[in-house]
Nanobody, 116 residues
């Protein structure tokens, strides 16, 4: 059974940090590129960050460059998103995505709320 399970979301004050984790099971995680997306209320889902499967090449949305860091641990079948200097506009549900060729899997999402 394929699963992507996100964790680490919550309520944080502006300027604070959170670390999201996405644990994968049921497929060969190391072969899949992974991404974090987010969706705020009333807005479309947007790509936040991605990391390749082979060499770990990363890419980021302009809005999070310099603040967020994506990483992966293939031994633990887990991808992470370290989020620093959080802003209220980062508030959204964050989703983990894994894709390879015609295969694509999504997690259920974790809520991140940045508010004082």
């Amino acid at each position: 059974q394929v699963q992507l399970v996100e964790s680490g979301g919550g309520l944080v004050q502006p300027g604070g940090s959170l670390r999201l984790a996405c644990a994968a099971s049921g497929f060969t995680f190391s072969s899949y590129a992974t991404r974090w997306y987010r969706q705020a209320p009333g807005q479309e889902r947007e790509l936040v960050a991605g990391i390749g499967s082979a060499y770990g090449v990363t890419n980021y949305a302009d809005s999070v460059k310099g603040r967020f860091t994506i990483s992966r641990d293939n031994a633990k079948n887990t991808v992470y998103l370290q989020m620093n200097s959080l802003k209220p506009e980062d508030t959204a549900v964050y989703y983990c995505n894994a894709h390879y060729s015609l295969y694509e899997y999504w997690g259920q999402g974790t809520q991140v709320t940045v508010s004082s």
